[in-house]
């Protein structure tokens, strides 16, 4: 099993930064994949940024060029830079994290960003 801690969440203005970060523990061998969804209320949830474990990211379009992924191995520890924050960036974002049998989610953390 993981299990995955984030934080990082709060209240920012449009245009500020965030970064958010997602501990990973447990079976961190297993791990493929990492990543961030977020979800807005009355939207569907949607893959924000993900990094594989050979290090190739992927991102929405709505934000490359905004946000970045990265990970902290001696950590264990995924994070999402996020510049230049819009308020229809405001979501919960989830952690997630995939190994070949079963995907992880984090509890999730509130991103709002105020105009």
């Known amino acids: 099993q993981v299990q995955l801690v984030e934080s990082g969440g709060g209240l920012v203005q449009a245009g500020g930064s965030l970064r958010l970060s997602c501990a990973a523990s447990?079976?961190?061998?297993?791990?493929?994949?990492m990543g961030w969804y977020r979800q807005a209320p009355g939207k569907q949830r949607e893959l924000v940024a993900a990094i594989t474990s050979g290090g190739s990211t992927n991102y929405a379009d709505s934000v490359k060029g905004r946000f970045t992924i990265s990970r902290d191995n001696a950590k264990n520890t995924v994070y999402l830079q996020m510049n230049s924050l819009k308020p229809e960036d405001t979501a919960v974002y989830y952690c997630?994290?995939?190994?070949?049998?079963?995907?992880?989610w984090g509890q999730g953390t509130q991103v709002t960003v105020s105009s």
């Open positions: 447990g079976s961190i061998f297993s791990i493929n994949a």
């Open positions: 997630i994290s995939t190994t070949y049998s079963d995907d992880y």
